[in-house]
């Protein structure tokens, strides 16, 4: 594992998303993001050490807490245990899904 990791995380729609007919502009395959502009369908693509996507759980590429933890979690305890430092840093909207990601 590097010094830092980033990985991005894509949620599924909450109640009001979903009442409000939201379309996710969303697309990831493998470790790239991309970002499509509702208005103009420009995309914009982002690399990152790891992209989950966890909105459409009958998606063949759906990540689960499981795979989080074995990209992620898993060496980052390693390391904690092993008496290195180590630190998350969670980024997002209130209820985009930060804390379900921790635990």
Known sequence: MTSVVVAVRV?????????????CIVEMQGNSTRLVNPTTGRKNTFAFDFSH????????????????????????????????NICVFAYGQTGAGKSYTMM
């Open 53 to 84: 996507f966890s909105f459409d759980p009958s998606s063949p590429q759906f990540a689960t807490q499981e795979n989080v933890y074995e990209d992620i979690g898993k060496d980052m305890l390693s390391h904690a245990f092993n008496g290195y």
């Open 11 to 23: 949620r599924p729609f909450n109640s009001r998303e979903k009442g409000r007919k939201a379309k």
